[in-house]
Structures are given as structure tokens and as C-alpha cells.
């Protein structure tokens, strides 16, 4: 017969943390955010651990090397995603290794035969001001220029003007050599009252921008996450078909971390997955399995030598597996019983495996809800989806600006390696959707506004750590008439905006 559970399975959405003593040293300063994110013996200090419990998911509309970058800058971890071909998911992952901190390659680009409407329109949809100028519009392409909002005025100027006549000339520009440090780039722009300087070779070619609000904002971000060799910690997704092909490539291309990518991970092919990774590197290539939703699936994981379990099904914003296959677990209950499988697994093995909680963060508070019950950190795909940094294009729609998002599962992406259960290799239907979602801004701006409210949150319960939170923590359920009463009610809006990252 089969096997009915007697309570139903929860949503974040359904509790509450009920606040707990705060002395005078929990301050938002004071608190840690710092995570594991693979395994480690008890007493022993993790591989791998984040300064923020934030992921990236592994989606198309989500995961690139610019997301990668952005992430590990604000101490997170960018999976990059594998529904592309090989060669192209390790290229990704090599330029985010590569990447030079304060070194930005240049995405705004134009001819010098084209005219100030292009500047414009270029303008409106990267939101830079800055713009190089090449012979043929690439950022590859040998810089004969720069235009910058000082250079032209809309009002005065015809739009059909050539951007040849009102650029700055390349032989009128301050610029750096190739191959020099930061430190010197800096110093040109410090010495000539620079906003930005152009890197170029020997060849003309331009190679980087250095901008000054680059250098302010590297000073003060203090949450970087670098490797040894003070590269950028990147992530890349893998699945269970191409592995023995895929996961060479991305490690060969630097990536620290690795997560196999499936709706669905209480299966015998992500056994054999992380089998092959064992007897291939041993414990130097870290790889997270999933999705799980109970102690089962999470136990079969653990013993495969998973270094962290991932938690979810069907409570992503554009997954509909739920829907579809009947399939899936409410979030929160999913996360609790995961926990205190992984806690017992701690007791038993002494060997503490890192939990991912995957999906169902629709408000901030649903962060620090989740870790509290629990997780280590958290993947989203939708909250970074809505960012400047994220791979798709911004739209105005309907007045509105927004940001394509679409799941692995929809026709769009077609990821077919990601719902895999073997036999005929194709998506036979849909388990993701097509859709915008409104545009937020930076990343950078966000994440630390999250990120200061999860810290906020941290203190009222009385914890200054995740662990401290996860121990000490209360939580409690809330009904339907406490849900709406915690929201504002009785009253007529002048602002309608909330406070979530909707």
C-alpha cells in the first residue's frame, strides 16, 4: 500500500522566526554569513566555503561567466550552466577564472560610420556611458576612439551625426599599456583625473576598461571570494549523460565546484555519476548531487559521495514538474526533514554534508527561514535573473522594464539531460515556462540589500552565525488569518511597491 504522510508538506510562506534575546553585541556588523559548501570531517575546516549563502542556479537565463564574476565579488558561487555545448560551458568557465578583478572587457561597442542615435540606443539598453569606438564595433577590434556622455549633447546635435565627428580620437586618449597591474592602471586615473582608461596592446587593440568606480567599489567590498591564486571561486553544472566528456572540460577550465543539474536526483545515474568522479580524482573534484526532497533521497546521495545535497522540486517560479508529473514536495518540509537526515548523518559519520535549499524563496525573509531551518545555503534562479548581470536581454514591456527568464524545462532552453530518466534522448514535454521577470538593477545593490536584511533578521532571533541560527532559532507556523494580518491591511496604499525581491 502506499505510504501516506500524515501532515502536509509546507511552504516558507507558512512560518514565522519568533524573535529571540539580543544583546548589545549583535549588530548587523557582527554578523557572519559565511558558509560551507562541500563536506568536511567534524573538527576539520571546509575545502570550500562562501562568504554569503547565495548560488546562482544552473539555467541559461541565469548562470554565465559575467553573473559568475559578479557572484564570487559579493561572495557567492555562479553555477554555470551546461545546457550548451561543452566547449562553450568550458570557455565560460575560463574566462571567470581568468578574469582580472578591476579589469572590465569592454560590452559596449560601435563603428565610427555609425551616428549618435546608436550611441543612444546603446546607451539605453547597457546602461554605459562609456563606449569604445573600433573599426569594425568590436571589443576586439583595433580602438580608433571613445565616446562618453561628455562628448555629445541630444538636444543640440543632429542624430544622424557620425560618431567620427564628435568622438574622442584615439591619439587624444590616456591610456595604459597591456600587461600592466592594476596598481599602475590605477595610478593613471588618479594622476589624470580619469573616469576610465582604456588597456590597449602594441597592436592598438583594445584588451580592458580600468574605471575609477571600480577601484571604490573593490576597496570596499571586502566579501570577495578568491581561490589561492586570487582567482574568482566559479561553479559549473553537469549532468549525467555527457559527464565523462563535460566535467574534464570544466575542471581542465578551472571550475572549483561542480553540481549535477537534474529535477530529480534520487536516481541511480547520479550514483554512477559521482562514482565515475571518485574513481577518476578521488576527493579533488567537489561535486554537489540533487534534487531530493526527503531523508532518502538525501541519505542515497550521501553514501554515492555526494560533497553537498541540493533540496527541491517544483518550487522554482518557472518550474512546473509539480503541474506536469504530479511530483515535488512544499519547500520548508522538504528542508526539515533533509536537515535533521544530514544532522543524524553528522552524529553517525561524523562527516557534515552541506545542504542546498533549491527553489521557494519568493521574500527575503524566506532566506533566513530556510537557512534557519537548516540549509547552508540557498540557489536561486529567478532572484538573479531580474539583475543587470544576468545573460538576458532587458525589455520595456508594457511600460515596464523587464528581464527575459525562461526554466531549463521550457521549450526554449530544452534541456532535456536535465529530466532524464534514460532511453530516447529528448524532452517529450514541459516541465518550465517562458516569462519575464521585472528588471531590479545591479546585482551588487541587491544582494546586499538581502543580505542586510538576513543579517537584521539574524539578530532579532539572537544569532550573530548560520550555525548560531540554525541551533537557536524558533519557528513557528502561521495561519491564513496571521499571514494576511502580517502584511498592510485596513489601510489605503500611497506606495504600492513591497519590500520582497519580487
Known amino acids: 500500500m502506499a505510504q501516506f504522510y500524515k501532515e502536509p508538506s509546507r511552504t516558507f510562506n507558512e512560518y514565522l522566526l519568533v524573535p529571540g534575546l539580543t544583546t548589545k553585541e549583535m549588530t548587523v556588523e557582527n554578523v557572519s554569513l559565511k558558509t560551507p559548501i562541500v563536506k568536511f570531517r567534524k573538527g576539520e575546516e571546509p575545502p570550500l566555503s562562501a562568504n554569503i549563502p547565495l548560488v546562482s542556479a544552473v539555467m541559461q537565463a541565469v548562470s554565465d561567466d559575467n553573473m559568475a564574476v559578479a557572484l564570487a565579488k559579493e561572495g557567492g558561487i555562479s553555477f554555470i550552466y551546461n545546457s550548451q555545448p561543452v566547449e562553450e560551458e568550458a570557455a565560460m568557465v575560463k574566462r571567470a577564472k581568468t578574469y582580472k578583478s578591476g579589469f572590465v572587457r569592454s560590452d559596449s561597442n560601435l563603428r565610427p560610420d555609425q551616428t549618435m542615435q546608436d550611441v543612444v540606443d546603446l546607451k539605453k539598453r547597457s546602461g554605459h556611458s562609456t563606449i569604445a569606438i573600433t573599426e569594425d564595433g568590436t571589443a576586439e577590434g583595433k580602438m580608433v576612439g571613445m565616446v562618453t556622455s561628455r562628448d555629445y549633447r541630444v538636444s543640440r546635435m543632429d542624430p544622424s551625426t557620425p560618431i567620427s565627428e564628435f568622438m574622442t580620437p584615439f591619439d587624444?586618449?590616456?591610456?595604459?599599456?597591456?600587461?600592466?597591474?592594476?596598481?599602475?592602471?590605477?595610478?593613471?586615473l588618479w594622476d589624470n583625473k580619469l573616469n576610465a582608461v582604456p588597456v590597449v596592446d602594441d597592436n592598438q587593440r583594445l584588451t580592458y576598461f580600468v574605471f575609477r568606480k571600480d577601484y571604490d567599489a573593490h576597496k570596499a567590498n571586502k566579501n570577495e571570494l578568491l581561490?589561492?591564486?586570487?582567482?574568482?571561486?566559479?561553479g559549473a553544472g553537469v549532468n549525467t549523460r555527457d559527464y565523462e566528456e563535460r566535467i574534464p572540460a570544466?575542471?581542465?577550465?578551472?571550475?572549483?565546484?561542480?553540481?549535477?543539474d537534474s529535477s530529480e536526483g534520487y536516481s541511480e545515474w547520479q550514483s554512477e555519476c559521482l562514482a565515475w568522479v571518485r574513481k577518476k580524482y578521488g576527493d579533488e573534484v567537489k561535486i554537489g548531487a540533487g534534487n531530493v526532497v526527503d531523508k532518502e533521497g538525501f541519505y542515497y546521495l550521501a553514501e554515492a559521495g555526494a560533497d553537498f545535497v541540493k533540496i527541491g522540486i517544483g518550487g522554482g517560479s518557472i518550474c512546473i514538474t509539480r503541474e506536469q508529473k504530479g511530483i515535488g514536495r512544499g519547500q520548508a518540509t522538504a528542508v526539515i526533514e533533509v536537515a535533521a537526515a544530514r544532522d543524524e548523518y553528522f552524529q553517525r559519520t561524523g562527516v557534515y554534508i552541506p545542504l542546498c535549499s533549491d527553489g521557494g524563496i519568493v521574500y527575503d525573509y524566506h532566506m533566513t527561514l530556510a537557512l534557519a531551518m537548516g540549509a547552508d545555503f540557498l540557489m536561486m534562479g529567478r532572484y538573479f535573473a531580474r539583475f543587470d548581470e544576468s545573460p538576458t536581454s532587458k525589455l520595456n514591456v508594457n511600460g515596464s522594464y523587464v528581464k527575459e527568464y525562461w526554466g531549463e524545462g521550457s521549450n526554449r532552453a530544452r534541456n532535456w539531460q536535465r529530466y532524464d530518466l534514460g532511453g530516447d534522448p529528448r524532452m517529450k514535454f514541459e516541465e518550465g515556462v517562458d516569462s519575464y521577470v521585472p528588471y531590479a538593477g545591479s546585482l551588487h545593490d541587491n544582494v546586499n540589500l538581502s543580505m542586510t536584511k538576513v543579517k537584521s533578521t539574524m539578530c532579532n532571533v539572537g544569532a550573530t552565525s548560520i550555525r548560531d541560527l540554525q541551533e537557536n532559532a524558533k519557528i513557528t507556523l502561521v495561519s491564513a488569518t496571521s499571514i494576511v494580518e502580517g502584511g498592510a491591511h485596513d489601510v489605503i496604499l500611497r506606495d504600492t511597491s513591497q519590500g520582497g525581491n519580487r
Open 172 to 188: 587624444k586618449l590616456i591610456t595604459a599599456p597591456d600587461g600592466c597591474t592594476l596598481s599602475e592602471a590605477n595610478d593613471i
Open 227 to 234: 581561490d589561492a591564486h586570487k582567482s574568482y571561486i566559479v
Open 250 to 260: 570544466v575542471v581542465d577550465a578551472g571550475a572549483d565546484v561542480l553540481c549535477i
